[in-house]
């Protein structure tokens, strides 16, 4: 990928790239609104609800979402890329509500499903577009659409993959 793409102007690219490293500390999702057109951040309030300013009103209940980081590599590269919920649950496999119950009730099987998707092998298509935060330009990768193409075996190795590789290289003449 290369560095100037999406500085000026926004861009659409597509890539084929193994996940590297999926973050899943405290950021790898958010309690969103319930409401079906609202995905707007909730906060708990002091009644035990959850509280959209966007519907001012109070939610009993509220709807974990992605918002997953991760990074990604190819040949030319490696890059942080952003998965919301319907792309992060393709390639994690569950449901953000799903995880944050089994990181309550079973730490580590919590955290073989990130495990379980590093350095998986995806098909994206990424949008690349400049952002400025905290008086920084920065340009941010987001998945728009993600397909898995292959997970790692307990047989997968370096040396499998790069002779595989070698073997595409040969069959290009």
């Known amino acids: 990928v290369r560095e100037s793409l999406g500085q000026n102007t926004p861009a659409v690219y597509e890539a084929e790239m193994i996940v590297t490293k999926l973050n899943h500390d405290n950021t790898w999702m958010y309690n969103a609104c ?91 298509r990424i949008r690349a577009r400049s952002e400025e935060y905290q008086e920084q330009r920065k340009v941010k990768h987001s998945l728009l659409s993600v397909a898995v193409l292959g997970a790692p075996s307990s047989q997968w190795s370096w040396a499998s993959a790069a002779a595989d590789i070698a073997q595409k290289i040969e069959a290009l003449g």
């Open 34 to 124: 319930p409401k079906d057109d609202c995905k707007k951040k909730v906060t708990a309030d002091h009644a035990g609800g959850w509280r959209c300013e966007k519907c001012n009103q109070v939610y009993p209940e509220c709807n974990p979402r992605y918002v997953l980081s991760f990074t990604a590599s190819d040949a030319t590269g490696r890059l942080w890329v952003s998965a919301f919920n319907a792309e992060a649950e393709q390639m994690l496999g569950r449901s953000a509500k799903e995880l944050v119950a089994l990181q309550e009730t079973d730490p580590k099987a919590f955290e073989a499903v990130f495990d379980a998707a590093t350095y998986c092998t995806v098909r994206a």
